[in-house]
């Protein structure tokens, strides 16, 4: 069965300061890892996914995860928070060869910014 | 493109009730699937359509949950009768058949059962 597990609740920064989100997910094949923000009273947006290739993806408002094969994670990171950056960030995975199945979600985890 | 719309943004019922949410994916997207997250947890998958067929209805949690998806068009998913434990907020998404691979979601419907 796949599972993602974020296991930070809540994670505060201050504003300029880099952030990491993690995520470390279990699949029985190749991952198709996926992040997403939810913005208060907003629906899930779209970050930035890996499929294949470099372990480095890049995504939207300068957000970027790290693919690490090894240690099965997939942490979201950006050089220098904002705190419009402030959200609710979800993790989701997918079985590469499952077709069009269902992701599975982390529990979420809440980014404060601080000025 | 105009993105997932959903309906009601809110919905509050009392427990005994019906309540219907109604989810209208990007024109074109065969997949369609609804999911839910309770209050704290884990965003959980309910079912996926694939154009009007029911592809995986695995996540719905009894039969008091029935979801249709007329035409292959938009999908509504009736909660008869809802109980305390139904509250969350129902996210519909949707996803071309082929090609690119991310699921876009729909703002979802708070529903609360008092």
Known sequence: AQSVAQPEDQVNVAEGNPLTVKCTYSVSGNPYLFWYVQYPNRGLQFLLKYITGDNLVKGSYGFEAEFNKSQTSFHLKKPSALVSDSALYFCAVRDSNSGNTPLVFGKGTRLSVIA | ?114
Not at chain 2, 26 to 40: A, E, K, P, Q, T
């Open chain 2, 1 to 114: 493109e105009a993105g997932v719309t959903q309906f009601p943004s809110h919905s509050v019922i009392e427990k005994g009730q019906t309540v219907t949410l109604r989810c209208d994916p990007i024109s074109g997207h065969d997949n369609l699937y609804w999911y839910r997250r309770v209050m704290g947890k884990e965003i959980k998958f309910l079912l996926h359509f694939v154009k009007e067929s029911k592809q995986d209805e695995s996540g719905m949690p009894n039969n008091r949950f029935l979801a249709e998806r007329t035409g292959g068009t938009y999908s509504t998913l009736k909660v008869q009768p809802a109980e305390l434990e139904d509250s969350g907020v129902y996210f519909c998404a949707s996803s071309p058949l082929q090609g690119r691979r991310e699921q876009y979601f729909g703002p979802g419907t708070r529903l609360t059962v008092t």
